[in-house]
């Protein structure tokens, strides 16, 4: 039986970082959410305040029709995917795995519009992936773009940089260790020794890495962006997520030290496996998303890093005291 309320939009992995904040956005669109999410690294408590969750695996085919059904669901919006660069295969594989059963949900039930979260592993330095993870989803981006093809139908991939810092309202946040912005600002509070550089010697105006840092809620609010262009008729588009302005591993250093008036302990490590010298965004795809801009620049990415993890932590000795 359908529920009353108008159709909703279907996010897999909204109780992660960046679906929690793509959850926030829809309901400050005024799009009725409805978060599918295994919680198998995102938690419960990331879900914004009157979103409903489901607790399912995103490549429950089953699980997943039945909520579309249920929920009257329009429009989807798949996140879920909790593997990475440096992770091993088989989360990899688990990842391609949800998405390939969550698209083929989402085509049995007639959604009829779908943004896939991808990532700028998926085009590498500009050459293709070069990693499993990058491979994975360029394969899923393809699947994806194909089985919304036609007439009604449309999908918006969004290429997502290096996401960092925290909603300013702190209602969102990275909830675990991850990122060069988060361990910094951990080591700027006390909260780890300090940080290390991994590789020193790359080909860049200081020899470490330059990447794209774009902000959470910016990321959030191309998502809507997309689906928006998606309702209005585009058939489709693939687009890096990004602020298309690159900063090197000392420059976020050099921030996080102005903006937390902290020094940090910072070492020198060996380059990691399947890490590029450059990844930055080519935003002029993105830019086109009506009303679109990177709003948050490396200051406000930082900040509102630092503010989060200063709020988890104090949470956590509260909790710890039994407060
Ligand atoms: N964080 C970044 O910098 C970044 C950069 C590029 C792309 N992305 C992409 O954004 C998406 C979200 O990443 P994130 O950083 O928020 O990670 P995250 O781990 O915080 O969130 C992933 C969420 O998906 C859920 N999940 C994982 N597998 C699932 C499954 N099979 N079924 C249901 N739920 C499942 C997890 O519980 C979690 O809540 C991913 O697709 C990721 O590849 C993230």
Redo the contacts with the bound molecule.
């Keep these: 039986m359908r529920e009353p309320g108008g159709p909703a939009v279907l996010v ?2 909204g ?5 929690s904040h793509v959850a926030l956005a829809l309901v400050e669109a005024g799009y009725r959410a409805v978060v ?7 938690q419960g408590e990331a879900v914004p305040a009157g979103v409903e969750l489901a607790v ?4 429950d085919r089953g699980a997943v029709e039945a909520l579309i059904e249920r929920r009257s669901v329009a429009a989807a919006i798949h ?6 660069v440096d992770e091993p295969a088989a989360r990899i594989l ?2 391609a795995a ?1 998405g390939a059963g969550f698209v083929e949900a989402c085509r049995a039930g007639k959604v009829r519009r779908l943004v896939l ?4 592993a998926a085009h590498g330095a500009g050459a293709g992936p070069v990693n499993a993870y990058g491979a994975s ?1 360029l394969a899923a981006e393809e699947a994806a773009r194909a089985v919304f093809a036609g007439p009604g139908r449309g999908c918006a991939v969004l290429r ?4 960092a810092g925290a909603d300013p309202e702190l209602r969102a946040g990275p909830r675990r260790g ?2 060069l912005v988060q361990a910094a600002c951990e080591a700027a509070l006390g909260l780890r020794e300090g940080v290390t550089v991994f590789g020193a010697d790359w080909d860049t105006s200081d020899g470490t890495c330059v990447r794209d840092y774009v902000h959470p809620s910016d990321v959030a609010a191309a998502h809507v962006a997309a689906l928006r262009a998606l309702e209005l008729g585009a058939a489709g588009l693939v687009a890096d997520c990004g602020t298309g302005r690159g900063h090197s591993v000392r420059e976020v250093l050099a921030a996080v030290e102005r903006v937390s008036r902290r020094a940090l302990v910072v070492r020198e490590g060996p380059r990691r496996p399947g890490d590029v010298a450059r990844a930055v965004a080519k935003p002029e795809r993105i830019r086109r998303l009506p009303g679109w801009r990177a709003r948050h620049g490396l200051d406000a990415v930082v900040s509102t890093a630092l503010a989060w993890t200063e709020a988890l932590a104090w949470e956590g000795a509260r909790r710890g005291a039994g407060g």
Excluded at 117 to 120: F, L, R, Y
Excluded at 160 to 163: L, Q, T, W
């Design positions: 897999s992995g109780a992660g970082y960046v679906g599918v999410d295994d919680l198998s690294s995102g399912a695996d995103a490549g996140l879920a995917d909790a593997s990475g688990r990842g949800a979260t991808s990532s700028a989803k997502c940089f290096n996401v991850r990122g």
